[in-house]
């Protein structure tokens, strides 16, 4: 079975840092992009962050770009999202996917980011609360 679990969430002030896990666990982890993405309450969920698996190529939306870093342990089969700086619009339930195909690549930069129907399994949330 499949599975993706985020942790790390919680409350935090702005200017502060968070580091966001996503444990993944009956696939091969390391065949399958991962992508990150984020809903805001009453917003569409948008595509954060992506790492591509075959080449480690990453993408972030330019609203994140400099802040956060995504990074993967293929050893312990867990993709990292480092949040800094975070501001309070980066208020959101955070969720890692597994992408569908093993080919996938993650978007180019300054592209409009990852798309959620490209994108398989998925984890049940982290909520990542930033106060100003």
């Known amino acids: 079975e499949v599975q993706l679990v985020e942790s790390g969430g919680g409350l935090v002030q702005a200017g502060g840092s968070l580091r966001l896990s996503c444990a993944a666990s009956g696939f091969t982890f390391d065949d399958y992009a991962i992508g990150w993405f984020r809903q805001a309450p009453g917003k569409e969920r948008e595509g954060v962050s992506c790492i591509s698996s075959s080449d480690g190529s990453t993408y972030y939306a330019d609203s994140v770009k400099g802040r956060f870093t995504i990074s993967s342990d293929n050893a312990k089969n867990t993709v990292y999202l480092q949040m800094n700086s975070l501001k309070p619009e980066d208020t959101a339930v955070y969720y890692c996917?597994?992408?569908?195909?093993?080919?996938?690549?993650?978007?180019?930069?300054?592209?409009?980011?990852?798309?959620?129907?490209?994108?398989?399994?998925w984890g049940q949330g982290t909520q990542v609360t930033v106060s100003s």
């Open positions: 996917a597994a992408a569908y195909y093993s080919d996938y690549m993650c978007p180019p930069p300054n592209s409009p980011g990852p798309i959620q129907h490209d994108f398989g399994s």
